[in-house]
Structures are given as structure tokens and as C-alpha cells.
């Protein structure tokens, strides 16, 4: 992923206002990020836990997008949980189903969204590069994919969630 400043991460985000942009708490250190190992920037609000972000490279531009994590049901909440976008296998509490607003409104003028189980942290450039491991209780699985291969999946997977956001 090319290195992002703060100016074109708020420019960037598709499904909230430009004022929400604005007030929105970036990460720290942007200029210190292994961004050539990053296939999004993804980050969690430690103002509000419920609250995520993440920017991607999407048709040629940065495209951020406003998260929320959806309530937990209680039954089965002890159980492991696998990531949709890289397949990182984590307890429960490691994988989080992240919804969003989807971009313009849809027809009849309703707000719809889309939403994906990810890495609770939205470090899965990091999982699936084996430089970050699954927290107590959960693994990678083995698989025979390069970690190129693995790479190019992580972005295909996310690459169809964010078309999902973006069309309304």
C-alpha cells in the first residue's frame, strides 16, 4: 500500500460526512507504518471500542470506510472465529462482524450497509504475512498458498466488501 497522510486518509472516506472524516481519531505514527506490508490501514477508535476504520487502495484510489461493531449474540460468544478477509482463525473475542454504511443512499432514500467478520485488531495484512499471530486460542491454518498467493486472496477478499459498500 503507498504511505497516506492524514489529509488523504480524511478525504478518503465514502460513508460518512466530511465533518465525521474530520473528527475521526487517526492512528499514531502514520509515518512510521510498514506501509509496503499493508494491504489496508485499519484501525480501531480507543475512544469508542465499537467504532473501526480502514483505508484501502481500491480502482486506483484511497478509499476509507466508517465501521461499527455489530452486537454480540450470546450463544456461542466462547467459541473460535474466522476472519472473512484473511482467514486467520482467532477466539471469539479475536474476530468482530464489522458493519458499514454503505455509500448514497439506496433506493427510496434508505441508508443500507454491508458487514464482514474481521480481525478484531484489523491487522490481517500482518496475520497473513506471519508477522503477527493469532492471539491464545487461535492459528493460521496450513495451507499450500504462497504467501504471495495468500496476499492476493486477503485482497480479493476485501476488494469484494468494499464494492459491496460502494454500490448502493
Known sequence: MQALTEP???????????????RLALPRGLAELPWEELDFLGWRDPGAPDRGYLVAEHEGRPVGVALRRAQRAGAGARQGAMCSICLTVHAASGVALLTARKAGRAP?????????????????????RGLRRASAGGVRMR??????????????????????VLRP
Do not use: M, P
Not at 488523504?8 to 474530520?22: D, L, Q, W
Not at 427510496?108 to 497473513?128: K, R
Not at 496476499?151 to 466488501?161: E, H, I, S
Open 8 to 22: 488523504a486518509i480524511r478525504a478518503s472516506f465514502v460513508n460518512c460526512t466530511k465533518g465525521e472524516a474530520g
Open 143 to 164: 495451507e499450500s498458498l504462497s504467501t504471495e498467493e495468500k496476499v492476493a486472496r486477503t485482497r480479493g477478499n476485501l476488494a469484494a466488501f468494499l464494492e459491496r
Open 108 to 128: 427510496g432514500g434508505e441508508y443500507a450497509s454491508a458487514g464482514e467478520y474481521f480481525c478484531g485488531d484489523l491487522a490481517c495484512s500482518l496475520y497473513v
